[in-house]
């Protein structure tokens, strides 16, 4: 008889694609994949250290395995970015759990959990790796229209606040062969939006290879209607991609442009490599090829923030009017150049505080602009029907809003190019109907 595995996901979408190739590698090696944690001889976590919420959330899900294991004789293992990283710490803390294995591990993944289930043996794989782009391994995706390709793993950068240089390891670029491939393989799969992903994925480097060079050919793989990428860094935005982005039908003009502060002393410190005005004159430089719809992420309290450096996010936020941003409150990691060498001194009220301020802004600036599209018309790719309403289809826009609308008897499906006219909006979404066909 097959084991079951049951798995469940956080973090972010790079950890969603090690999700698959995880699936891929159990499958072929004979395991079952379940979705019912009762019946599965095996439960795996594919976890995220990025900010304590996360550790916490893993934390929390880790306790309620414990007991179910104490009941019933289950296999618990913890993989990616926090059994990477706290290693020590989860095998001092939670000694019932039976394998860890870190991004570059997955291959011995089903060697570890046959041992622990059959030999009630222990074992880790938290071993970097300078080469492991797991190439030859197709992931096993979840249906529907859109796919994941990692091109790249692992960061350099070493931003001082973040711990993903410690737990994924150096930056290295796939084959672009292999990801053409992959590209070719989701196509003819029905899928019709790829997702390009990587710490910086804008960095991409192979056999002579940029990455604007890439996603040209990705987006060229007939049936592939659009292509996006994340996560780039503002370092690495040559022409050539900026041209690609304006020009190609099928590469969607859309950029998450992570900017983290608008303040040049905190943009040092977090080794950001530019400055406030560098950041504002790619932006200039971006909006001279079109409109195009930035989305960013920033941090509040970074360490030693003060009050009139927050101001300076804020009203940079005011000024460049992102279609969405994600705020973060300050989170100190283990290992970071930041934890090293810099307190962790603003208070908890303080980064709330901003963290609120900066998200009610935004929330008026994606309204005010979402208002700007009622009575205009948005072409969408179906995803499914709406969460919340059965009788309505979801999908996003070009610019990556959410897009809902009435389903009115009309022959679409999942996959579909559709025009909605838009006639209300919020933050987040855009309600409309299906425009006529003329
Ligand atoms: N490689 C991506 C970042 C991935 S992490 C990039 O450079 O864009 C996603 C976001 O999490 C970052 O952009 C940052 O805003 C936030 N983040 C990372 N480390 C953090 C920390 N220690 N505390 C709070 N937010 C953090
Ligand atoms: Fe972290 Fe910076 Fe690398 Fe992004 S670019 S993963 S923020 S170190
Ligand atoms: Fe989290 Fe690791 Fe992704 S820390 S955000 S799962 S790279």
Known sequence: MAYHVYMETFGCQMNEYDTELVRSL????GFQMTQDSEEAHVVLLNTCAIRENAHNRVY??????KVAKQERGLVIGVLGCMAQNLKKELQETRPFIDVLVGPDGYRQLPV???RALEQHEKGQ??????????????PDRVPGVHGWIAVMRGCDNFCTFCVVPYTRGRERSREPQGIVREAQD???RGYKQITLLGQNVNSY??????FARLIKVVADVPGIERVRFMSPHPKDFPPALLEAIADHPHICRQI???LQSGNDRMLEMMGRTYTRREYLELVDVIRQHGTIALSTDVICGFCSETQEEYLETYRLLEEVAF??????????????IASRKYPDDVSDVVKSERVMQLIELQKKISIRKNQQKIGRTVQVLVEGHARKFPDQWMGHAEDNTTVVWEKNGHMTQPGDLVSVLVHDVSAGTLFGHMAPVL
């Open 112 to 114: 570890l959990l046959t």
């Open 205 to 210: 480097q192979a056999d002579g290879w940029g």
């Open 125 to 138: 794989a938290v071993e970097l790796s300078e080469y492991e782009t797991y190439e030859q391994i197709v």
């Open 60 to 65: 929390g899900h880790l306790g309620k395995f």
């Open 26 to 29: 159990l499958k072929t090696n």
């Open 323 to 336: 279609q969405s941003t994600f705020v973060f409150k300050y989170s100190e990691r283990k290992q970071t």
């Open 186 to 188: 989701l196509a003819d």
């Open 256 to 258: 998450h442009l992570p």
